[in-house]
């Protein structure tokens, strides 16, 4: 089983931060909440804090347990943690993503997420305003 954490980066005006993973990369073409693999002994929002730093060059400040999903690649067991993050600073600057966009959580149905990520976005489609 891989751990993995996502952040639910919201910005002042209550949009989300979603990105596309970049050709090459698995997954490609298709968008998530940005975020990456726990290392040893690392928990969720320490992971998130370094990974989005790593791969976006922008500082969060992960607060509120969001939700957990399994899901299986084929025979990869991954275990997403997602966590509520509030953006704090920083330009981003995509690494392992080709695109990403501020987005209203009510628009996330027009994009085609990463399938481990699909149960945070029918989440926050359904969550009350």
């Known amino acids: ?15 989300l931060l ?9 997954q490609a073409g ?3 909440f940005p975020g990456g693999k726990l290392e040893g002994g690392e928990s969720a929002p320490a992971c998130l804090r ?8 922008i500082d969060i400040e992960p607060y509120a347990l969001f939700g957990v999903n399994d899901h299986w ?4 067991h991954i275990h997403l943690i997602a966590y509520k993050a509030s953006y704090v600073k920083g330009e981003i600057v995509l690494i392992d ?13 027009d ?7 699909v149960k945070f976005v029918r ?5 009350p305003s």
Do not use: T
Request: proline share 3%; aromatic share 8%.
């Open 73 to 76: 690649y084929g025979n990869v």
């Open 123 to 127: 989440m926050l489609e359904s969550a």
């Open 18 to 26: 979603i990105a596309r993973r970049r050709s090459g990369k698995s």
């Open 50 to 57: 370094r990974e989005l730093m790593e791969e976006m060059n």
């Open 97 to 109: 993503h080709d695109e990403c966009r501020w987005v209203e959580p009510e628009s996330l149905a």
């Open 30 to 32: 298709l968008w998530e």
């Open 1 to 15: 089983m891989i751990q993995v954490a996502a952040a639910i980066i919201e910005n002042e005006h209550g949009e």
């Open 111 to 117: 994009f085609e997420f990463a399938p481990a990520d």
